[in-house]
């Protein structure tokens, strides 16, 4: 197949013989006298364009699979894979994993999901959208985006690239407790990236994206690139602030990451090796309590929706955190076990988080804030999950009485996730959708600035 060529035919083809793969496996397995087994194949297709300055740059067409299995035998584990869907190579798979979990030491802990948590009721959760575009298609759209970039204003002296994606995947899980399921996704996006430079040289970068599950939900790429140009522009002739302790006004897609520290807590992996500052805090207050976080993993189209996790068990709507408590941990059966708690559908992540709000739009929040800083964008690893405590390099901008003056770079912002939490004076109920966290921007009562 040529690099410019769209694929030919829908992956959801493929999911009938991608499930008969799986029981192939699992049968195999069975006869070799596993005590139990459990496969995943992922098969993906899609094509991405990326241009610069309006010119095609790169063309990847990708179609590509894998078969996993694990294979339990007396307590212990054995994992193979296999990217060839032969039935000879399965079975070749299967006996490599059965090999390995004769030799490997017994861990009491392992083993499937309890079959009474395996998902029955499996709905259409409208995450599937196959659309057959072209690469001159796609490049059409990144250029498109590009131009909008480019013509807005003439500080944008040129672009650092568009991308337009299209991919579509097909996930088939079963296991040994008679559980075999499959579903098909997709996913488009766009990106544009620009370069502003002032008349004394000085450059800056900043980029926007849309993504979706539909590819008619995706954002016009020309909305795309001008607001790429307005976000680069309004980091022009950016400066430091003096080392104060402040407000700070996390924007939306910040925001996300501020919660993503939250998962590392709360996880059951950070939780048995005794790593997480939040250890048994589960009914504690960590957050003000009009702040709620629910996670809604049957909600219909959105990127983080799904029936079960990787382990096949049901996914259910919970909250995480209730009234500012914790209400749970997210535990895979390993962890679960290890901790003597229950399983909670997280082995493979979180499914849409959406943050309560406190009814006041990202402008209301600049407003309410008064005097401190807006940051929209956070450099370095500088987060200690054993101890809470966060210092990362920041960008964003400098507010008075309510009003941005001007924007900040090259300064550190500092302070402790327990404080941080806990110091959560309002949420945007102008809500970013574009990850698996669905939060507006958030606004902390102070954290230490450190500038000139």
């Not at 098969?43 to 790169?58: C, I």
Request: charged content about 20%.
């Amino acid at each position: 197949m040529t690099s410019h060529q769209a694929p030919s035919a829908t992956i959801d083809s493929e999911l009938p013989a991608l499930k008969h793969a799986v029981s192939v496996a699992l049968e195999y397995a069975k006869q070799l006298g596993s005590s139990a087994a459990e496969v995943a194949i992922s098969k993906q297709q899609g094509l991405s364009v990326s241009t610069r300055n309006k010119e095609v740059e790169t063309v990847e067409f990708n179609k590509d699979g894998a078969l996993g299995i694990t294979v339990y035998r007396d307590g212990r584990k054995g994992n193979s894979s296999t990217s060839d869907l032969s039935p000879e190579a399965i079975r070749q798979a299967v006996k490599a994993a059965d090999d390995i979990a004769k030799y490997t030491s017994e861990d009491p802990f392992s083993g499937l999901a309890d079959k009474a948590l395996m998902a029955k009721d499996i709905r259409d959760l409208d995450l599937y959208h196959p659309q057959i575009l072209t690469a001159e298609e796609l490049a059409e759209i990144a250029i498109r985006s590009e131009d909008a970039c480019l013509q807005s204003d003439s500080r944008i002296k040129s672009s650092d690239g568009a991308t337009a994606n299209a991919h579509t995947s097909a996930k088939v899980y079963g296991n040994s407790h008679g559980f075999l399921n499959g579903y098909c996704s997709s996913r488009y996006s766009l990106s544009c990236v620009a370069i502003g430079e002032e008349s004394d040289g000085n450059m800056q970068r900043d980029y926007d994206y849309t993504v979706a599950r539909k590819f008619q939900d995706l954002l016009s790429p020309e909305a795309v690139g001008k607001q790429a140009a307005h976000k680069t522009l309004s980091r022009l002739d950016a400066r430091k602030i003096a080392t104060a302790k402040m407000p700070v006004l996390f924007a939306p897609e910040i925001a996300t990451g501020l919660m993503g520290h939250l998962i590392g807590a709360i996880s059951g992996s950070s939780l048995y090796r005794k790593s997480s500052f939040l250890l048994d805090s589960i009914n504690t207050q960590i957050f003000p309590d009009w702040f709620s976080i629910e996670e809604q993993p049957h909600l219909l189209g959105a990127l983080a929706s799904a029936n079960y996790d990787s382990e096949g068990v049901a996914t259910q709507s919970r909250k995480i955190i209730d009234n500012g408590a914790l209400a749970t941990y997210l535990l895979t059966s390993y962890s679960a076990r290890k901790l003597g708690l229950t399983n909670t559908g997280h082995a493979g992540g979180i499914y849409n988080w959406t943050l309560s709000h406190s009814n006041q739009t990202f402008d209301e929040l600049i407003k309410a804030m008064g005097t401190g800083l807006i940051v929209t964008e956070v450099m370095g690893q500088g987060v200690n999950g054993v101890t809470g405590d966060y210092s990362r390099g920041a960008a964003g901008f400098y507010v008075e009485n309510g009003q941005v003056l001007y924007p900040v770079e090259e300064i550190t912002i500092a302070g402790n996730l327990k404080d941080m939490f806990m110091g959560i004076q309002g949420v945007g109920k102008d809500r970013d959708l574009r990850s698996s966290i669905r939060t507006g921007g958030i606004l902390l009562s102070e954290m230490k600035i450190a500038g000139n």
